[in-house]
């Protein structure tokens, strides 16, 4: 079935605001309406000093010339008022609603994003999304803001001088409107001609940007290998590349306003001389043959910007289709809504014959069945590949088995809103990410209302606490984008101790002391110690020291478990675990 188009898809969403609409576009047409009245006013008046007792206010009963100025005064200063005041209220209503839509459809998508599965996200990059997100719907802002009005006013501007032209001289006014098609025409190929040379300023506009974004990210890189000088030189292409680009674009777009001005001063000749021709002949007063001149330039002048503003309605559909696209792309997690309050939960987890394969890729489990039970320490270890990180991400649900089922106290986690089955798990990842913002921010991201003593206290556990309170600013000091200022080490106790503050009944630790060195890894495992107490920890481990005292050790090789025990059962017998712990503790040599 043809999906609608985006107008009407647009429409459709933005359907709550439809009175807004309906009023911001009565607003636009009266304020163009009286926009154009002026000039009709101005007719009169010449009307009434050039026809005296024949004029058009005389035959309405009103002889006095000065009676009839100071009427058309009043009129005048009421129709200023009036189309000042629509000119405001259409402003407010436009912009009011621009950022109204672009502000909901912003967290729409956004909260849709977050629903959706990690596959998605393979698929798409994050510059993508944020290009989505943020510049496709400042397309529509834009449009909304000055866009709209302008179609309704060029469309008002046609039909109401239209009609006054047809009402006054109908000769004049099929002379005056011929040049419209030609306007409307150079108009169009003009975009025609300078689109192509825009895209080309926009696709050097994005290659200087990539070029600066990414000298910028790999600073570092830059210095220690002294190669500032060819990075400038690089850069100085670019920008010669976007200037030159800039340039051929502004030789075509200045010559548009001149060329379509010789239409329009096409059509004010006519007007002029043929319209002139009938006033000197008494067809038509002077009063309307003054109005006919100063709306001639009225009717044309408007329709210059016309293709410019087609042009930002096409863009600003186009990003919203990219939008509703991205809203409408549907959540493949689906569950039934099964409560799970976090105090209820006691943390016995089971795999049944579960597989499971990336998109396009070779199965990364295969039938893996296993056990852990509530409040024991389970690890896995094997080589890069072997499936221990994805057996993590299938109990998070950042995907669903392909095959068999992984339960949480003997129900299926499918059932469960994946936000209640993230609440009762604490999570630790080799690829730690902190957020732009304080060391306590970061500590008390999982459960902000937490106060500054239990932050201090999850620091304490994860031996962060020594070095926050060395920090210019303690607890208080940023850490920049990604945690930059930290080093890894410092960075990897942070999240553990935002993990502990959560105080889930379920932990998991994903190479949690992969950055850190051996003095501060022996430390963290002291506290290691006491955070796994009374509650289910799963542990992700190549260095094979930080997992001795789990209850169940699982090893695993190209996505199935081949062996499983105690550390003291596996290094003792004959085994890939028992190989590993003696390369790693040097009684063979690797």
């Known amino acids: 079935m043809k999906r609608p188009s985006p107008l009407r898809r647009l429409l459709s969403y933005a359907s709550p605001h439809r009175r807004t609409v309906y009023l911001a576009s009565l607003f636009s047409f009266l304020n163009k ?75 729409d998508a956004y909260g849709h994003v977050q629903q959706l599965d990690m596959a998605f996200f393979e698929d798409r990059s994050t510059g993508g999304l944020t290009a989505t997100l943020n510049d496709d719907i400042n397309q529509l802002e834009r449009f909304l803001n000055g866009g709209a009005n302008m179609l309704i006013q060029v469309l008002s501007t046609v039909v109401l001088v239209g009609a006054v032209f047809f009402y006054l001289a109908p000769k004049v006014a099929v002379l005056a409107m011929l040049p419209i098609p030609f306007i409307l025409a150079g108009a169009f190929f003009y975009q025609f001609r300078v689109e192509p040379l825009y895209a080309g300023v926009r696709e050097q506009a994005a290659e200087i940007a990539g070029r600066l974004s990414n000298n910028l990210s790999g600073i570092v890189t830059i210095k220690s290998f002294t190669a500032e000088e060819r990075e400038l030189k690089a850069i100085e292409r670019e920008s010669l590349a976007y200037t030159e680009a800039n340039t051929k674009a502004i030789k075509v777009s200045a010559a548009f306003i001149p060329i379509i001005r010789m239409a329009i001063l096409a059509g004010f000749l006519a007007t002029l001389i043929v319209g002139g021709k009938m006033a000197l002949a008494g067809a038509i007063t002077v009063g309307s043959f003054s109005v006919l001149v100063f709306l001639t330039q009225r009717l044309l002048w408007p329709l210059t910007g016309l293709a410019e503003t087609v042009d930002l309605y096409q863009r600003a559909m186009a990003s919203t289709a990219r939008v509703l696209d991205l809203l409408e792309t549907p959540i493949t997690l689906q569950h039934e809504g099964k409560p799970l309050p976090r105090a209820s939960v006691k943390g016995e987890i089971r795999f049944e014959g579960v597989g499971f394969s990336y998109p396009g890729r070779a199965p990364a489990l295969t039938g893996v069945t296993l056990t852990i039970p509530a409040g024991t320490t389970a690890a896995f270890v094997g080589a890069t590949g072997s499936g221990k990180t994805t057996l993590t991400k299938l109990l998070l649900r950042f995907y669903d088995p392909g095959e068999g089922r992984i339960t949480l106290d003997g129900q299926d986690i499918r059932g469960f809103d994946p936000r209640e089955l993230r609440k009762a798990i604490g999570f630790v990842s080799q690829d730690t990410f902190l957020f732009h913002g304080t060391a306590k921010e970061n500590i008390a991201y999982g459960d902000p209302e937490k106060g500054a003593e239990a932050v201090e206290a999850a ?23 990604r945690g930059q200022k930290l080093s890894g080490g410092q960075r990897q106790r942070l999240a553990i101790a935002r993990a502990v503050l959560k105080d889930p009944p379920v932990l998991i630790l994903d190479e949690a002391t992969s950055a850190v060195d051996n003095e501060t890894e022996a430390a963290i495992q002291k506290s290691l110690d006491r955070i796994v107490v009374g509650r289910t920890t799963v542990m992700v481990a190549h260095r094979l020291s930080t997992i001795v005292k789990a209850h169940r050790i699982f090893v695993l090789a190209e996505g199935r478990i081949v062996d499983q025990g105690t550390h003291a059962e596996l290094s003792a017998r004959p085994g890939p675990y028992a190989d590993l712990w003696r390369v790693q503790t040097g009684l063979v040599a690797a």
């Open 33 to 107: 309406l009286f926009d154009i009245a002026p000039e009709i006013l101005i007719g009169m008046a010449v009307d009434v000093v050039a026809s005296g007792s024949e004029s058009f206010l005389s035959r309405l009963g009103l002889p006095d010339r000065t009676d009839q100025l100071l009427l058309l005064a009043a009129a005048t200063l009421i129709i200023w008022v009036l189309e000042s005041t629509f000119e405001y209220l259409y402003e407010v209503r436009w912009r009011g609603l621009a950022q109204t839509v672009q502000h909901e459809l912003r967290l």
């Open 459 to 481: 620091a304490k556990a994860a031996e962060a606490h020594e070095f926050l309170k060395e920090l210019p600013q303690g607890y208080d000091t940023v850490v920049g984008e």
